[in-house]
């Protein structure tokens, strides 16, 4: 909380002493408790559609022993944010530097502990550049071991990006947006080489054929990247959105045209064992993830899977929209996680969705 009250002091220095200009966007520090104290303010804020919050960072996680590592964790495809581009650049740019941590980019995100504002229903996007320390929640970080250079160089990567997100105005749009449109075809490329090793390896549900899975499954990550660079549009609606979006789309025949031909001798059988979930439709009924399930009596109460946010079972949940079958929102969990779930756990999650379906957290759309 200090560092996060600090990166707000910074800043506000730094714009009247001229070094930087005046904020477009305002900035709103939560002391989060984790989940619940997220939600008290998702439960003030009436969350319904896309709003006025542009997005979020955690700043939890600048560990202050031992922090050699940084996992830089963007939104998840679903949460399009132009603030992701912004977060990759700046790491791009601190990569090598003298007593950097060692980035690791993870551009799934996910909707674990603070990110629990990813989940569409509630559509705040948010990063997370987690410091990872070689102690955390435990009582041997005491004072005498805490290292105050790690944890100022952590609260630094957070407050700079901060800088970026809150200074964008229409004069450096630009030149972020056709920095965004690089790194998008270069999200797709990387796609690519992952459907290109699920393939060789059979890590890979086909539920027609291939071909028609791979054309599916980069689809969507096209789809995902062109909202978030849409997403520019919220600092300002220039063409040159629309143009680099054009030229994403412009590459994506080629892209294509290379994972089958690199593919092109692999025979993989289709998978008809998820057929009943292409005849479900289910959608959530309120926004958020059930965690209380305070619309449920106490005995009638029971676990949920992967305590809902640990693990596949959140990005199911995430995209039970009643448009989509289910089949469809496991598919896109997979393709998000670059795995297959196993039937194990696949059952576990049909229960869940059972019992979550009696108690009117999900309806299922007839």
């Not at 199911?316 to 196993?342: F, T």
Request: aromatic fraction near 8%.
């Amino acid at each position: 909380m200090i560092g996060t009250i600090e990166i707000a002091r910074a800043l506000k220095s730094l714009v009247a002493q001229g070094a930087i200009p005046l904020p477009e966007f305002s900035l709103r520090l939560i002391f989060t408790m984790e989940l619940y104290g997220y939600y008290a303010f998702i439960a003030t804020h009436n969350p319904r559609g896309r709003h006025d919050v542009i997005g979020a960072i955690n700043t939890d996680g600048a560990y202050l022993t031992g922090a050699g590592e940084m996992d830089v964790i963007c939104a998840p495809p679903r949460a399009s944010f132009f603030g992701d581009y912004l977060l990759e650049s700046l790491v791009d740019s601190l990569r090598g530097q003298p007593d950097m941590p060692n980035f690791i980019m993870n551009y799934k995100g996910g909707y674990n502990d603070d990110l629990i504002m990813n989940d569409p229903s509630i559509d705040i996007p948010t990063v997370w550049p987690e410091a990872r320390g070689t102690l955390h929640h435990n009582s041997e970080e005491s004072a005498d071991r805490l290292e105050p250079e790690p944890f100022a160089r952590a609260m630094a990567i957070c407050g700079t990006w901060l800088c970026k997100v809150l200074t964008l105005d229409v004069e450096s749009l630009e030149r972020a947006v056709a920095d965004a449109g690089k790194r998008a075809e270069a999200r797709l490329r990387a796609e690519a080489d992952r459907i290109t090793k699920a393939c060789a390896s059979g890590r890979i549900r086909i539920v027609s054929n291939l071909r028609d899975e791979i054309r599916e499954r980069m689809k969507y990550f096209l789809c995902c990247e062109t909202a978030r660079l849409e997403d520019f549009r919220r600092v300002a609606d220039l063409p040159v959105i629309d143009e680099i979006a054009r030229q994403l789309e412009s590459v994506f025949p080629g892209i294509i045209a290379d994972i089958e031909h690199r593919t092109g001798r692999i025979q993989l059988p289709s998978d008809n064992d998820l057929s009943f979930a292409a005849k479900l439709t289910p959608y959530r009924t309120a926004p958020g993830f059930p965690f209380d399930l305070a619309e449920t009596s106490q005995n009638d109460r029971q676990p949920l899977p992967d305590a809902i946010i640990y693990g596949s079972f959140a990005r199911i949940l995430s995209g039970l929209d009643g448009k989509k079958s289910l089949l469809r929102a496991i598919r896109e969990a997979e393709w998000e996680e670059d795995n297959l779930i196993n039937r194990e756990k696949i059952n576990r999650y049909m229960d869940a969705i059972t019992y979550l379906t009696e108690h009117g957290y999900l309806r299922i759309k007839q």
